[in-house]
Structures are given as C-alpha cells and as structure tokens.
C-alpha cells in the first residue's frame, strides 16, 4: 500500500511540477493562447466566407462547427501528443534528466504523472477556447452531445498517451535528431486524420494510414457528438477502436520506452543534455 | 508478508551486508565515432562503411571497492579517467559491461528502484528546472523520494541553513541565484531524502573556501549523525585529505593506488621526504589534476 502511494505521491510531484512551471512561464502561455485562438478564430473565418465564395448555399453553421471541432481537437491532440513526446527532451533542456531517472519512482508513474497534467492542462486550455469561440461566431450548440463529445475526447486521450510514449522514446535515444522525427510523426498524423476534412477525400494509401491513426476516429467521433449530437450508440464505431489502440499503445508504448531507457544506460546517452 | 520483507531489508541495511557499497571488477567501455580523426585527414567524403568507423574506449577498467558502512572512500583522478562513469554506474544510470556492483547487498541492474531509495547524488554541475525557486525544486524532488511538501520544507531549511545559504532567496527563481548557491542547493537535495550511501561528484567545486567548508563540516556531520556512507570524487586534495577514510586513484579507468591518505604519501617518500598528496597523484598518474581531458 505504501509503494503504491509513493507512487502516486510521485505521480503527483510531476503534474505540481508542471503547474509550477506554467505559472513562471505565464506570459508565454498566453502567447501560445492568444496564438491558438487567433489560428482557430481564422479557420472559423473560412467557414463564414464559403458561402460567399463558392456562391453555394451551405449550412454555415454546420460548416464552421466543423472546420472548428477540427481546429479545437487538433489543438488538444497535437498538445498532448508534444507534452508526452517531448517528456524527457524538457528534462534534457533544464538538464535535470540524470535526477529524475535516479529516483527512486516507476517509469509508469513518471509517465502517468506528466500525462495526467497534459490532459488536464490540454482540456482546461480546449474547453476556455471552445467558449470563445462558440460566442464569437455564435454558434448554436444545443444539439450537440457534450457528455458524448467528453467521453471520446477521454477515451482519445489515453490512445493518444500509449502513441505519443511510444515516440518519446526518439528523443531519449537521439537528442539531436528524436524530436525533429517526432515532429514529423505529428505532421504526418495532421494530415491523414482528417482534420479540417473527410479521410475519404485522402487518396487511397493515406486512407490506409489514417485507419491507424487515433486522431481519425477521435475528429470522427468529435464531430458526430458535436457537430450531429450522435448518442453513445452512435459513436461505438469510433469508441471501440480508440479503446482497442488504447489497450495496445500504452503496454507497447511502456514497454518500448523501458527498452530505450535501458538501451540510453548501456550506451551512455542519459547523460547527454541538448 | 510485506513486514517480513521489510524487515528482511531494514536487516540487510542495518549491517547484516558486510558493505555498504560493493564494486567487483566493473568495468564500462564507450564507443564513439571517429569524428576527429576523419577531419584531421580532411576525409568528409568517405564512403559510408568507412563514415561508420567507431572506436572503443575503456572508460573504467577493472574497478573493484569494497566501501564499508558509515566510511567516507575518496576518488581522485584527473579529467576523463572514469570517475563520474564510476559514480553513474553506482546511480543506476549507466549498465556496467563487465561485473558488478551492489549497495547494501542491492544490485544496481537488477534492482534498481531498492538502490535508488538508498542513494542520492551531488555532481558538479547543479542542474535544475531554472525557472523554478530553489524551495520548488526542492518540494518537487521531496515528492520523488516519497516527502510530503511540509517535511520536504522543514528539511530543506535546515540543511540550506547549515550550508550557509541566503534564506532571504530561498524562493528566488534558480536562473538568477549564483553559481555557488545553486551548488548549494544541489548539495541539499542530495542530503534531501537523508540516503544512506551518498555520492558526491565533485560536490565543492565553484563554491568560496567558507562555503567549501561548511559543506566539508555538514558531510562529516551526517556520517556522524546518520552513518552515512559516502563516496567522494574531489579534485580538491585538502579535501580528500580531511575527509576520506581511504583514498582510490583512478587512472585511464583503473585504481592505480588505494589506500588512506598517508599510506598514500608513505608510498612515494623518498629520502626521507614525504610528499604531499598532490605530489603523489603527480608521481602516479604523471599528470597534474587539472589536465585537460574531457570525461
């Protein structure tokens, strides 16, 4: 019972840790938010200018929830994805990396711990942006599934965990050249997940991609819970394979950051800072 | 169950292991690409097979100490003759290639997490999360070696106090604390969760003679007080000389000369003549401490 509560007392140390730095770094988050929103705030704009453009008549509405439940998710996603991803490419920055990898703590708790604050920081952060955007182009939401629209983004949450655990782990073995290919990663995701569009419009080897993808089934899932107000029953098609890729990523996304871990002990690249 | 394990382990700490710290003929090579070789030659453009070119070099070779509980073992050796492999080895960071090394009878591969609940470490360089004040780093690291914030403060006030360390900057952000108070803040989160074997790396370097020896006062304390084990790699002979127990002189990776400080000196007087110890790490290792030589 001890271990376990040294464990999450650890946990815990991380997500404090984090909190503490985002209030010294204050000015920066709301460079990053104000960023965000003006990004988001011009995709909604594309939406209003459509009709005007194509001179179709198109449910604006619609359009602009849309192209913004994409923008808004994208946001969260890619957050989490960078916080989980670039775990210990931010301990190697302050060069504290050696200290943390000595104590006495699981990896599995250190994970979880700065995890934890990326979804909670990513959710506080998407949902103050949805409130603003939601009056500024005032867009009617009452027929969407806000609880439905919730549980996807949790259940994504942990897919996206095991994935982005799996990709820490570049980082940790090449400081020089990790966090270049997990930026790739990211960019590959954005554009077979259909983002700000159908993955049926994607040519053919790109669908086969994006099916591997947890963001496809995540925007999918978002946009039928918002954007349609699809019930749970409605979403399953999208639920179940974020749940399977969640049971899979996580334990393989452990497992290949112990094997990294283990191989930067053997070849010296803890000790490396960049 | 769990109690006798427990007890099983206090045991083991408590002295049922004959040594604090075991290294058995540990050794740990590193292999490099020839960079500099290959731009020496003006070589850029090899073929890849010959790009790929990679040499070995035994950093520690051979290495065997027996340190016993609540003794302080000394280190010294110049730059790059495997001192802080030896102490990462210890640390569970880096896998030895070659036997292998226990504390309190815990091996450090293959368990780690009861090592590193032993264990903590002061190195030379004062690595923190800058932005955070000296407490905040502090409280966080409490957390990982299972502190509530409050014991985590108590403690650290006490230690920084001993050291000598400001108290008026104690929540100043590290980035604007200078480089001797950042040691010291390093020192106290080695001392932090009160190991039982600590391991100092070069732990006084950059501080002013006053703080160097608060610091040297507060290690003999908690051997004293704790029975603390401790293994220090110094550059400062002073140093090793008024701490250590024993005295290990590491050379290119292998202890060249073990023994205590004057077992040392008596090793190399000639004439009648004792030497001092820097004298005699001159004479051994044929270079002088500061040599220039990346570890």
Known sequence: MSRILTEAMAAYGFVER????????????????????????????????????????????????????????????????????????????????????????????????????????????????LGLVVLFFHLDLGKANLGGALVVLGIASFSFLGFGTMVAVLPLMSPEKGSQIAGIVEGILLMVSGVYYETSVLPRWMQIISAFSPATYTLRGMRRALVEGAGLGHLLDCLLPLVAMGIILIPLGLKVFQWGEMYCKRTGKLKRSG | MNRLRDLANYARVMGMSEHALEIVNVSKTFVKRDEDSREALGLRRLSSALRRRRTRTAVVDNVSMYVPRGAIYGVLGPNGSGKSTLVRMISTLLLPDAGHITVFGYDVVREPLAVQRMINRVSVDAAFFKKLSAMENLIYTGRLYGLRPAASEERARYILGRLGFDKSRINSPMEELSRGMQQKVAIARGFLSSPVLLLLDEPTTGLDPKSKRDVQEFIKQLREEHNATILLTTHDMAEAEGLCDRIAILDKGRVIAFDTGDGLKAMCRKDDVTPTLEEVFIELTGRRLDSEEGE
């Open chain 1, 18 to 129: 984090q909190f503490m730095l985002l209030k010294r770094y204050w000015m920066w988050e709301l460079v990053w938010l104000l960023y965000g929103m003006s990004m988001t705030l011009s995709i909604g704009f594309l939406g209003v200018g459509m009709q005007s453009l194509t001179g179709a008549r198109l449910d604006t509405n619609h359009l602009i929830l849309y192209l913004l439940t994409g923008s808004l998710l994208w946001g969260y996603l890619s957050g989490l994805f960078w916080d989980i991803s670039h775990i210990v490419s931010w301990e190697r920055w302050e060069g504290t990396i050696e200290y943390t990898f000595m104590a006495p703590i699981s990896r599995i708790s250190h994970i979880f711990g700065m995890s934890l604050f990326a979804i909670v920081y990513g959710i506080v952060r998407t949902l103050l942006m």
